[in-house]
Nanobody
Framework: QLVESGGGLVQPGGSLRLSCATS????????IAWFRQAPGKEREGVSC????????YYADSVKGRFTFSRENGDNTVHLQMNSVEPEDTGVYYC??????????????????????????WGQGTQVTVSS
């Protein structure tokens, strides 16, 4: 189970921290990601991390502004959103990929940020960036 929290209304240029509490599995072993969906748009990958090397990947639109972190001991992941823009508005979801995964050399940002491989999703939390 995945439960997101931390969404809300924030002004452009502000910050927000999303959390995703997981249960029923050991977070250490699996890839987990944040996705978002704006009204009238397709869902897009925002940030993700595969467990083994803990490297985080980011969509180009959020690089330098968002930071993914995972607290394996608490089975929680976070998305720190800084310098938010109106285009960041949407419902944010966390999702877990239980595998199997491609070989390390083939595990790219494109693969990690694609929603195709994710098996379980949270209910989402609304983020609205507006003045």
């Amino acid at each position: 189970q995945l439960v997101e929290s931390g969404g809300g209304l924030v002004q452009p240029g502000g910050s927000l921290r999303l959390s995703c509490a997981t249960s029923g599995f050991t977070l250490d072993f699996y890839a987990i990601a944040w996705f978002r969906q704006a009204p009238g748009k397709e869902r897009e990958g925002v940030s993700c991390s595969k467990s083994t090397d803990n490297r985080a990947y980011y969509a180009d639109s959020v690089k330098g502004r968002f930071t993914f972190s995972r607290e394996n001991g608490d089975n929680t992941v976070h998305l720190q959103m800084n310098s938010v823009e109106p285009e960041d508005t949407g419902v944010y979801y966390c999702a877990v990929d239980f595998g199997p995964y491609p070989p390390h050399t083939e595990y790219t940002a494109t693969y990690c940020l694609s929603s195709d491989g994710y098996d379980s999703w949270g209910q989402g939390t609304q983020v609205t960036v507006s003045s």
